[in-house]
């Protein structure tokens, strides 16, 4: 059966997301469409592609996550000095090895640009702070006076994965100037509402998979210091917007995969815990799929 697929972002995370996907390959699903923010998009990427859950397990079983905390340069031997870095950069790492890597992923597949993909099949979302608006790439990229079908889905990727603070954001030249570009999470990590069309027939039924807790089973925050005060805000941020879109009528085509023992840029993690969270979200999804009544 054919079926339109979602991704939330969630940084390492992530990793869940695969376990998904693989139960839901394993049920002979097929997608039409794919969106994602973030590690959603990430695997959104590699699914259009043509990747498989197990060519995507292949590739990222030896892959060191390390090596994408790509700091720039420092000249100066003083520890504060990534700090001062920070405040101009806007960011701790540069962002290139990753994008780096999965262009060579995708290459590998004989995709580049958007062109090389179906069309209307891979949607991408960033969040464009210039101007403060949700990016849908392909889509919006003729806002910026860009053709979309030269435009590196590597690149929109990056886009969508940029983490406020921990990754630069990308900085995109269009025809109003320029605009800054950071992870999708922040306007809408579940971009859900991209195939929530209310008042169409569905062509075929969506399946969402999110890393968190379902809206009404989050657990209230303790803010007890301005670390948890920030956390709490950014939290805030991207769950707000998909709120909206999520109501009881949307829940029951939703794999929620709430995983709290993992950070979103715990980029150390080691393979035992890569698994265990493919694991879990093969699993889980293992048993919504059983009473998935689509």
Known sequence: MDIDLVFSGGGVKGFALLGAYEAIE?????????????????LSALLAAGYSARDIARLLEEL?????????????????????????????????????????????????????????SLSIVASDVTNGRIVVMPDDLHRYGIDAKTFSVAKAVRMSISIPYFFEPVRLNGRDGL???????????????????????????????QLSPKPGERPKRTISNALDLYEALFAAMKEAHDARYISRRHEKNIVFLPVDNVMATEFSIDPTARRRLIDYGRERTRQFLRQWAY
């Open 26 to 42: 394993e049920k002979g699903l097929r997608w039409k469409r794919l969106a994602g923010t973030s590690a959603g998009a990430l």
């Open 64 to 120: 060191e996550l390390e090596q994408f905390l790509d700091a720039r340069p420092q000249w100066i031997p003083f520890p504060l000095w990534k700090w001062v870095r920070l405040y101009w950069r806007l960011g701790l790492y540069q962002g290139k090895a990753f994008e780096q890597w999965l262009e060579a992923a995708l290459a590998a597949r004989g995709v580049r640009t958007f062109q090389d993909v179906p069309a209307g």
């Open 179 to 209: 605009a800054l570009i950071v992870d999708g999470g922040v306007l809408s990590n579940f971009p859900l509402f991209l195939f929530d069309e209310e008042k169409k027939m569905k062509k075929r039924p969506v399946l969402g998979v």
